[in-house]
């Protein structure tokens, strides 16, 4: 009896969990479409088992937005007439998108449900002309009126979004990607300080330099750059030939990002001069493929294909993978800013099937960015936004902010080309926020790894 307990237990624990990551995956698909709605205004429809979750469904929702969404809220919207005092009237002049939750009168309240519904019926198509991005909670009974009583407000609902769930899932959702970040960096930076308490030189230089990484990440380059330094130091100390090129290139990307690009170039070339002393053919490419860059910068085209075409050499040689994704990606944008796009294409399609087969999320969310630029150079605008929303998924479920920012500011190029002026400019804003936060000045360039 106590062994068919435990697996009952086992079953109801396993389902909790399948259905806590579908409600997850619910919520951040809609925060995905409302962020991808711009300025057309939708309506967005969120059933909940009752609407006593409401209030935890909306602050869940509101948390997953960029800042720049977030600035555009109103309250939940609640009350005996709901929708008094939402931005739709006529002789209120709406200056830009609105996001608005509704909460609709409690069940008993039957009249002031039906109020509700024949008001949104009569207003949906103020919905779109006034650019309000509309969520409607919904509990099972007002569901089913809805599509009775409210036939056309239905029937324009650009979402509709079923959270069958168990409530206590939404506080089991996971932290972001970016807070994950910040917790390593945290727990990094105490077995730093332990190393250096036990006088251990060299474990202190490898946790500097994953420190200094995920610094980065997370946008703090002056931070990381006083860490790389340290480590640059702890590792000629210690006589680390191989550390110490690995910082040197660290340092190198750091400066390269802040566009320092002589300063970029000194260290790779000091970086390369080690590693071809001590043997390091995968360093090598490495480097020689960093450096390539620099001179692509500067517009040398043919100086940086030599470079990359010994990176990929070498990539081949030794079987490195991932080396030999990254040099194809960055091949091809060479290409591309020669103009020679359908060779560009073929170079990133290499790349991308490479990245995706050895799972690189990095390299395939730079890859699908630099897709997505090509394809706006040659006129082909929905084929770009596409990409460009697969790469900016990417960073954002890996915490990169420079790759997210450049991304934002991509779709931004984008959108303008497609005359959407001001959602262009909502992206351009949310590009702007994180390259100031994290200290990126590197022109709007594509992305490389």
């Known amino acids: 009896m106590a062994e068919t307990s435990q697996r009952a237990d086992r079953a109801d624990h396993e389902k909790e969990i399948e259905l806590s990551l579908r409600t997850i995956r619910r919520l951040d698909e809609l925060a995905k479409r409302l962020e991808l709605s711009g300025n057309r205004g939708g309506i967005f429809l969120v059933s909940l088992p009752s609407l006593t979750y409401a209030e935890d469904f909306w602050r869940e929702i509101t948390n997953r937005l960029s800042p720049a969404w977030r600035s555009l809220l109103t309250d939940l919207a609640a009350g005996p007439d709901v929708l008094s005092g939402l931005p739709w009237p006529e002789s209120e002049k709406i200056e830009g998108p ?252 290499q790349a991308l099937a490479i990245q995706r087969a050895i799972g690189d999320r990095k390299g395939e969310g730079t890859t699908l960015n630099n897709m997505a630029t090509t394809f706006l150079s040659r006129g082909e605008y929905d084929t770009a936004l596409d990409y460009l929303r697969q790469s900016l998924t990417i960073s954002r479920e890996i915490g990169d902010r420079q790759g997210e920012g450049v991304t934002l500011n991509n779709m931004a190029t984008t959108l303008l080309a497609r005359g959407e002026y001001d959602t262009a400019q909502d992206y351009l804003r949310q590009s702007l926020a994180i390259r100031r936060e994290i200290g990126d000045r590197s022109a709007t360039e594509p992305r490389q790894p």
Not at 157 to 167: G, T, V
Not at 237 to 258: M, P, Y
């Open 98 to 349: 609105r996001l608005v939750g509704i909460l609709p009168p409690p069940p008993r309240e039957e009249d002031l449900r039906q109020s509700l519904l024949t008001g949104l019926n009569v207003r949906r198509e103020a919905v779109f002309e006034k650019r309000i991005c509309l969520i409607l909670f919904l509990d099972p009974e007002l569901e089913r009126d809805l599509g009775v009583r409210a036939k056309d407000f239905h029937s324009m609902r650009s979402a509709l979004l079923r959270m069958e769930i168990n409530p206590e899932a939404i506080d089991r959702s996971r932290p972001s990607a970016v807070e994950r970040l910040k917790k390593e960096v945290s727990r990094l930076q105490q077995e730093v300080e332990s190393a250096k308490r036990h006088g251990s030189k060299e474990l202190a230089s490898e946790l500097m330099s994953a420190l200094g990484d995920k610094l980065v990440l997370i946008g703090d380059l002056d931070q990381a750059l006083g860490t790389y330094n340290d480590a640059l130091r702890v590792s000629r100390e210690i006589g680390d030939r191989k550390g110490e090129a690995d910082v040197l290139n660290d340092i190198s990307q750091v400066c390269k990002v802040r566009g320092e690009y002589d300063s970029a170039l000194s260290y790779l070339e000091e970086s390369l001069s080690i590693r071809k002393k001590i043997g390091d053919r995968e360093g090598e490419g490495t480097i020689l493929n960093n450096i390539s860059q620099i001179y692509k910068v500067h517009g040398e085209y043919d100086t940086a294909l030599d470079y990359l075409r010994q990176s990929l050499a070498i990539s081949r040689e030794i079987g490195d993978r991932q080396g030999e994704g990254a040099t194809l990606n960055n091949i091809s944008q060479v290409y591309d800013a020669r103009g020679e796009y359908d060779t560009a294409v073929e170079y990133l399609e």
